[in-house]
């Protein structure tokens, strides 16, 4: 097989795994970082109001769609009613609902909004507004305050800018004084404003919201203007005049209506209030993924009960430690006891620490060692040879443990985590070479697998790189990528450019 299907199959395989992994960090929020934290703001209504003799419906408008953020949870909190949400023109409406009441009476509206930039304002370009209905001296001021305002204007950003600053003017402005003197014309900038913006047939809404901000506190509803130029609906400041949504502004409703209302009871009373707080990240992606009907958090490792997990969170970095040693033994020369010894050996570190490791690990080998050249004058065949061999380093760990436990030294304990198999593989694989090429080769290779185990151990012990690989399987392909093109490599070894320097291209004799 040629070096080109190598390099196509490591293409496509690189351009799966990133896709894959983008599209998991930036569409739907997946954590990049351990312990990532998303901002959430908890928000909350509640309504107090005395009931009347009869029947009781409690009306709210709660938040639906605002530009940048979404929905994480919500309830809604009373006692005795019954509730329902429906939608509205104003967007969403709760309605709490009940027989008969007696004594002030409270509910609540609790939300649970974060950050999201691919919540964007998907709504339906609105028909054309009706004219609204003036006297004649009033539609005379509408109609010139409008041709004016299109004069200075060159669209319908520039024309609401415009008439927002006319109608900051108030007074000062001859055709703004006939409506603000009018006892049935709204004196709010942005209601009239909607009124003047539907004499020129262009679509405007009001909409009201709070700042999310960072102090925890109650909060008056702001509203802003929203203008819709035919494409899209276009946000502005009425006291201001700066156009686009305010930083950290959360859309509650819509319209001209107030946000509750009250029917068989009175003296209503509404209090808003925000708090900010933070949420792990991967719950916030796995609800965003929910919305999007995405099925990427059905098909991920959080899908398995927490015990499968807290397993597949060591066994995706045995491919890392993997690839420590191709890169070690293909590329720098490292000699080993097998291929994939020192990776467990690495893992078993994570319990024991990498210096008592060490250390455990050289003394079993060392007295294994001893034993074995024992055994080898008893002329056994291989696989009683080998079971003895296991059996005292069985024995071994058994008397290091009580031995450590006697003298106090808890790390000792733990050496019942090293693979007794590998360990027992190594002893006779060691003790072969030893006789078959002297003792310095078994030396270097006992000390090169010992190398390579505590380098795969560091690497394999880094937190982010573990967190990215369990939340990121896919980027496992790259490991698969690496070692395909390092299969490929047939070159020196950074030990082997001493050992073969008198044959190098650029060799010249002293």
Known sequence: MNNKHIYILAALLTAFSIGLFVYKAKVLGFPVRPQQQTTIWNIEAALRFHPGPAAVKATLRIPSLTPGYSIFDEN?????????????????????????????????????????????????????????????????ALEALIAEVRRQSADVASFTVQLLRRINQGD?????????????????????????????????????????????????????LEVHDGVQWLYFNPRTLQQGLPPNFLIWWRGD???????????????????????????????????????????????????????????????????????????????TFGTF?????????????????????????????????????LRLLLVPRLTCVLTVVVLLMVAISILSEKLGLQPGLSIALFPMVILAMTIERMSIVWEERGASEAIQEGVGSVLVAAIAYVVMGIAWLEHLVFVFPEL????????????????????????FKGVLPEYTPQ
């Open 76 to 140: 809604f909190i009373s006692r005795g009613f019954g509730v329902t949400t429906s939608s509205a023109p104003a967007g969403r409406e709760a309605q709490w609902s009940v027989r008969q009441a007696s004594g002030p009476q409270t509910m609540y509206y609790r939300a649970i909004v974060y950050r999201d930039d691919t919540r964007l304002a998907q709504d339906t370009t609105p028909p054309f507004p009706s004219p609204p209905e003036l006297d004649e001296a009033s539609q005379v």
């Open 172 to 224: 000062q402005d001859p055709y703004v004084r006939v409506f603000l003197r009018r006892s049935d014309m709204p004196t709010d900038s942005a209601q009239l404003a909607t009124l003047f913006l539907a004499g020129a047939q262009i679509p405007a809404r009001v909409a009201h919201g709070i700042f999310l901000r960072s102090a925890p506190g109650p909060v008056q509803p702001e509203s802003i």
């Open 257 to 335: 209506e107030p946000i509750a209302e009250v029917e068989g009871g009175f003296d209503l009373e509404v209090t808003l209030g925000v708090q900010e707080s933070l949420l792990p990240a991967m719950a916030v992606a796995e609800r965003r993924a929910e919305a999007s009907g995405s099925h990427a958090v059905d098909f991920s490792l959080f899908a398995l009960p927490i015990a499968t997990q807290a397993v597949y969170r060591v066994l995706l970095m045995v491919p890392i430690g993997a690839l420590m040693i191709v890169l070690l033994r293909n590329f720098v020369g490292v000699k």
């Open 341 to 377: 010894m020192p990776v467990l050996i690495a893992l078993a570190f994570r319990e024991t620490r990498l210096v008592w490791g060490i250390v455990l690990f050289a003394v079993i080998v060392s007295l294994g060692l001893l034993i074995r050249f024992y055994l080898e004058k």
């Open 476 to 499: 496992l392909l790259l490991v698969v990528v690496a070692t395909l093109l390092a299969g490929r490599y047939t070159g020196y070894r950074l030990l082997e450019l001493r050992r």
